[in-house]
């Protein structure tokens, strides 16, 4: 066995009324002035601000909500929420909502410690070279997540936000800017629709199977996380549509995404569905009606065959996972099982399958295409990806 592992400390509470420890939480951090950031949604139609400012002690450390935080994080919000923590002089920042919040939290965070612009900070893309991402080395607040979907991006040190200008990502990484604390509440899991958690899974289900499908031998570790996370997956997707007022569903597919993340920081990468991951973020970023997860539940299966002869031992891992959980049985194509078996449960669970349920045309593939060219995890597909039209190809599959 070949392994590195750099763990990430974080807490997390989980469960009925955990929503409680966040006052030991910001005890812990020595918080004094603190800003929630969350989506519109969140501050006008759940009671998850008030229940935070009355568990607060004293409850003045509440200084400032911003309840501006938008689908794709862009950047003039983030830029708002910026100059909003500066004036208060912001010592701890507490995400509330999914993914929007959580990432524009942390593009607060960076752009207020690092003193440039967002066009300075994040990843260029020389060409005829590989990318180049900046050292984001100031020293950061820090941050606590509650979260209301069972986002990847909770524990992650990726923050991408979108340039309203041209429609396209901004990548950032920095890891100091990982949450403290996760709080995993029963009641804000709950606020949110049986169909946003579902969007927010399908793309933790393309990753899972990412990792799964890594073409290197995967170490026991982060095999066990994934293997953990693709059951969780499997069993609770379907009771967020059949039980819809239980949390523990979406409790265990929070747990899901935890696992996942461990994983990946335990060295599985997403090389094995980098053209998924790479499309997906054009997709949604550029359009604003096909939602993050809605675009990897289009783009999982015809990116599984794209790459399918190059990692055929990848593939098999997954084909036997699948086949130890019952989901699939052995068949002689596994390439195409497989593709067929993650269509069927995108379908099932109510995601599209195809560009134009999302209002997207032939006329738009193009571009996307050329985006996608310009997106991090192109460059370490497993199937080396040299000409858009290797893309307007994959796309016109499903249309």
């Not at 901004?170 to 990982?178: A, G, I, Q, S, Y």
């Not at 997954?318 to 049985?329: C, P, Q, R, S, Y």
């Not at 497989?338 to 069927?344: L, M, V």
Request: proline fraction near 6%; hydrophobic fraction near 40%.
């Amino acid at each position: 066995m070949d392994l590195r592992y750099v763990g990430y400390p974080v807490r997390i509470h989980a469960g009925d009324n955990s929503l409680s420890r966040i006052n030991t939480e910001l005890n812990r951090l020595k918080a004094k002035r603190v800003m929630i950031v969350c989506g519109n949604s969140i501050a006008t139609k759940t009671n998850l601000i008030q229940r935070i400012k009355a568990i607060v002690d004293p409850s003045t450390r509440i200084v400032a909500v911003f309840d501006e935080a938008e689908a794709s994080s862009p950047l003039p919000s983030i830029v708002k929420g910026v100059q909003m923590a500066k004036g208060l002089n912001i010592d701890c920042i507490i995400s509330v909502g999914g993914g929007s919040s959580i990432v524009t939290t942390r593009g607060i965070i960076i752009l207020l410690a690092e003193n440039k612009s967002a066009f300075e900070l994040c990843t260029q893309y020389p060409l005829n070279s590989p990318p180049l991402s900046p050292r984001l080395n100031a020293p950061k607040i820090p941050s606590i997540s509650v979260v209301t979907t069972p986002t990847t991006a909770t524990n992650r040190g990726g923050t991408a936000l979108m340039d309203p200008e041209t429609r396209t990502r901004l990548e950032l990484f920095d890891p100091k800017t990982r949450p403290e604390a996760v709080i995993w509440d029963s009641e804000a899991l709950l606020t949110a629709t049986s169909e946003l958690i579902i969007s927010a899974s399908s793309s933790l289900l393309t990753g899972v199977l990412a990792g799964l499908m890594t073409k290197s031998v995967l170490n026991p570790l982060s095999f066990n996380d994934l293997h953990g996370a693709l059951k969780l997956l499997l069993v609770n997707l379907p009771l967020v549509l059949t039980d819809s007022h239980s949390a523990d569903p979406r409790l265990n597919l929070c747990a899901a995404s935890f696992l996942y993340n461990r994983a990946c920081d335990g060295g599985v990468g997403g090389s094995s569905l980098g053209i998924v991951s790479a499309i997906s973020h054009s997709i949604d970023t550029r359009f604003p009606q096909c939602s993050h997860g809605a675009a990897y539940s289009i783009i999982t299966a015809p990116g599984i065959k794209f790459n399918a002869v190059a990692n055929k031992s990848g593939m098999k891992r997954v084909f036997d996972t699948l086949i130890d959980f019952g989901a699939l049985t052995p068949k002689v194509n596994s390439t195409l099982e497989i593709s067929d078996w993650i269509t069927g449960l995108f379908n099932d669970i109510n995601m599209p399958v195809k560009l134009n349920e999302v209002g997207i045309t032939r006329d738009d593939i193009e571009t996307i295409a050329t985006d996608s060219m310009e997106d991090f995890p192109i460059h370490s597909n497993v199937r080396k990806v040299t000409n858009p039209s290797e893309i307007v190809d994959l796309l016109s599959s499903v249309l």
